[in-house]
Structures are given as C-alpha cells and as structure tokens.
C-alpha cells in the first residue's frame, strides 16, 4: 500500500518516526517519492510504498502510521461492523489517535467528533455522523468503523504546531528542560491564557495536592476568581488539603504559615474530610458558611466546573469524589467541550489521564518540579505536551501575579 505524508518531515523527526514504526512491526518500505523543502518555512512530502507478510498485519501498519499523519494515497471506503456485544468492539476496529479525524463515507469524508486516543469510532445509524467512543461505553449492534481504509488522520495546521512570527510557546521548542528563563515562561503562559480567555475558550487546570503543600493554593484561588480558571480536574488529595488547610491552617498536618507539624495535625485531613461529609458535599459546606475560603470554595462560588477522581488510597473520600474510575472518565469527558487550553501542575497520573483524553490540537503545558512527570506525559501519547521544570509554589505565585491586577501574597 502506498502512503503519504507532508510537513516537516525532517526537522521534526516525522519521516525517521514513520520508518521507524514499519520495521518495528515487521514490515518493509520503499520511498517512491521526496520532495524536500529548499527553505525553513518549507513543507516537505514523501511517498512511500509499505508491505507486510499479511493483510492484517499491513493494516495495523497503516493505521501506526497515521499517528503521524500518514496517510494511504488511496484511501478506500470505511467498513463498518457492529459491535458484537456491549463494551466490545470488533476484533479489527480502528484504534483512533488524538488528532482531527476524518473517514469517507457517503462518497464525501466526514469529520469525527470528539477527537481522543485509545478510542474507537462510532458511526450513526443513518451514516451521517461519526464520533470517538471508549470500549467501554460502546454498546451491541452500533456501528465500528473496522481496519485502516476510508480514514484519514489530520495533522496539526502548522502554524500551530510551529511559526517563526507566532507565540505558540517557541521558548520550550526544545522539549523538557529546566535551563530556561522562568520568567519569560510564565509571561507567555499568562499571554497565551489571555488570548484563550478573549477567544472565549476554557482554562483547564489540572493539580495535585503540591499546590497546597507549596503554599500555591492562594495564587490558585486568586486565578479561579479572576476567571484564568474554568474546569479543575483533581483526585481527593487536593480538595481535601485545600479544605483542611482552610479548616485548620495546614496541609498534612503541616503549619502553612510556620512550616513545621502542629499537634495532632496528621488528623487534619481526616477531620476535615468528616466535616465536609456531615454537610453533604463541598458546596453544600460553602452554602452551610463551613468552608470559607481556598480552591473549592473559590471554584463553588465563581460556578466553576470541578471533577474529581479517586484512587484505592483514598482516605474518605469527600462525598464529590467519583470513586467509579469509569464514571470519572465520562465526567471528565463532559466537561472538556469549549477547553482552549490546558495546565498540568504536580500530578503524574491525573495529568496522563487528562492528556489521553484531550485532543491534540488543544494545547497542554505541564508544571512539575520533577521531569519525569512531563516526559512520560509526552510519551503515552499528548505531543503536544509543553514542559516547564520548576517549584510548583513559585510557578503559581508568579502567574498570579501576571494575571491578577494587585495580586500579592498574604
């Protein structure tokens, strides 16, 4: 089967990626075509011819491919199976990726909703709409787009991927790395947010509990009031900090004003999370006069959308915790229509979560004092991960005081 892809091909890695992934699935390549470039600004186009020892096995090839925006150069029609029973798809469905998807049906392509990874993709019983759908939600007899033919994935427009001229976070082209001038990221974030905020898109925020360990949780409260944040997606840990920290004045038992334990503060969390049950909910205890400040509060009182999500760790947990991992993905998926922009801060595995369910085209910048985080973010998928390396508490404080007018600490 012959494939094509455009862009830069060479200087992003595109073309090495995609000889990469044929080998590694056992198949063989041939370059029919390759128009280099002659300039920086200058797409690139290649043709290649890609075999494998089975049809099967050529198909799961192609359908590799265009995670990177290869795509067949005669893309044939969708095939559609139905799912043979409810939370299974068939054996050969399309695995969708993050990008903006398209598949030919009708004699004409049709754009697929809800672009997210790992899914599959669901066609309508009259054949005029298509969506993205996790195995889990899909139910007998609904329409599976199956195999590789009739789809097409679309890269990212490449102004927004790169752009001399443009502000698309050029200072942090380089990857992950502590060696830049924080200042000068945090400037661009905040200018990047405000030009979100004036498209009227969402902020997306995504913490852990280091934001309150950190001392961030006012900068945080700050932004949420000053409308910089739309939708906090969080585990139990960070609501339950937040509200002890504002119950007592510490954080894990830690006093946030004199840095040192309290007596009987390894309590705190607990008690504060009692607190809160016996008043119902979290807004139910801004509502009571019990929770009078912090994050929670601030989301409550601005009508601001929070999910969170728990883990078997929980102490707990508070009653707004989705304990249904499953149901906290759907509630995670609600609320991501009309997102512009995301933030990662301190958290590995809710920031994972997040990125395989966002599309690639929403732009994601995650803030962690440990690499790692930011790095394995990038490799289960979310490219479009942006990294900045530094304390979490610094980070907030700074960004607050970008964009809250007379925003200082207590």
Known sequence: MTIELRGHLIDQGVFARVMDDVLEYSGAYSIDRFDVGRHHTDESY?????????????????MRLQTHGANPLEPGIATLKPAPRDGVFPEDFYSTTNFDTQIRLNGGWMNVE???MDCGIIVSEDRKRA???????????????????????????????????????????????????????????????????????????????????????KALEALINEGYADVVFAGNALAAHDIESNLFGTSLG???????????????????????????SIAEAVEQGVLKGGIMHALVKNGKQFVLVGSVRDDGPLPDVYTDVIEGQRAMRAALPGVGFAIMVATMLHSIATGNLLPAKVPLVSVDINPATVTKLAD???????????????????????????????
Not at 150 to 175: D, I, Q, Y
Not at 257 to 279: L, Q, S, Y
């Open 46 to 62: 290649a043709q290649l011819t890609v075999s494998a020892e089975t049809p099967e096995l050529l198909e799961r090839i192609i």
């Open 131 to 217: 969506w993205t759908l996790p195995v889990s939600d899909v139910r007998a007899g609904e329409l599976v787009v199956c195999g590789g033919e009739g789809v097409k994935v679309l890269p990212l427009p490449e102004p927004a991927r790169r752009s001399p001229e443009s502000s698309n976070f050029e200072f942090m082209s380089g990857g992950v790395s502590s060696e830049r001038p924080q200042a000068l990221q945090v400037r661009q974030i905040a200018q990047h947010m405000r030009e979100v905020k004036a498209r009227g898109e969402k902020i997306l925020w995504v913490g852990g509990p280091a934001i309150v360990h950190t001392g961030a949780g």
């Open 114 to 116: 809800n672009s997210e």
């Open 254 to 280: 830690v006093d946030l004003d004199k840095g040192h334990g309290v007596p009987h503060g390894h309590e705190h969390h607990i008690r504060a999370i009692n607190k809160i049950r016996t008043c119902g």
């Open 380 to 410: 289960r998928g979310s490219a479009q991960a942006i990294g900045v390396i530094t304390d979490i508490g610094l980070f907030c404080e700074q960004l607050a005081g970008e964009l809250v007018v007379g925003y200082k600490r207590d």
